[in-house]
């Protein structure tokens, strides 16, 4: 059974529900990230002790924690379920050798895969596209990463050699 009000592919609306399924996604991630991070003791420390009264506030302040960085980031904002660390195939080039490599790009000729062209790559996934690759990316990481969060991406490609 179809409900109507769904849209499908072909639908114009279907771009904004998609986009709404990935912000939503990747805000479940990112508060899973910051339950790993901070804690879940230290999130849910408000139980009463002994006495009966409320414990203190965690010491941990989340407005003090910083954001995911290189691996971390690229595993919560979902990178490596397209992109491989070990040079193996997925939908996505690996990042296994790529920073600082000649990448063969669609319609041909090639393109230096440099910090300019890593960070087009994030914030603007279809201007440049990979030989062989479809153009499947979200294109929305331009208005969910901070502009720290795509150096952090970078700097970890870059380290994987």
């Known amino acids: 059974m179809t409900d109507s009000n769904l849209p499908t592919s072909s639908d114009p609306r279907w771009d904004g529900f998609a986009l709404g399924a990935a912000v ?10 910051l339950v790993l991070v901070v804690g879940w003791d230290q999130l849910t420390d408000a139980a009463a002790d002994d006495s009966g009264a409320v414990a203190s506030a965690p010491s941990t302040s989340l407005a003090v924690i910083a954001p995911p960085q290189g691996a971390e980031l690229a595993q919560v904002a979902g990178c490596i379920a397209c ?14 050798g790529a920073a600082g490599s000649e990448r063969p790009i669609e319609g041909g000729g090639s393109v230096l895969a440099d910090r300019a062209y890593l960070r087009e790559s994030i914030v603007d996934p279809g201007a440049v596209i990979v030989a062989g690759f479809p153009d499947v990316m979200v294109k929305t990481f331009a208005d969910i990463l901070s502009d720290a969060e795509i150096d952090a991406l970078i700097d970890y490609i870059e380290s994987l050699g």
């Open 24 to 33: 939503g996604a990747t805000t479940t991630l990112l508060l899973f990230a």
């Open 83 to 96: 992109h491989s660390v070990d040079g193996g195939e997925l939908i996505g080039p690996t990042w296994l």
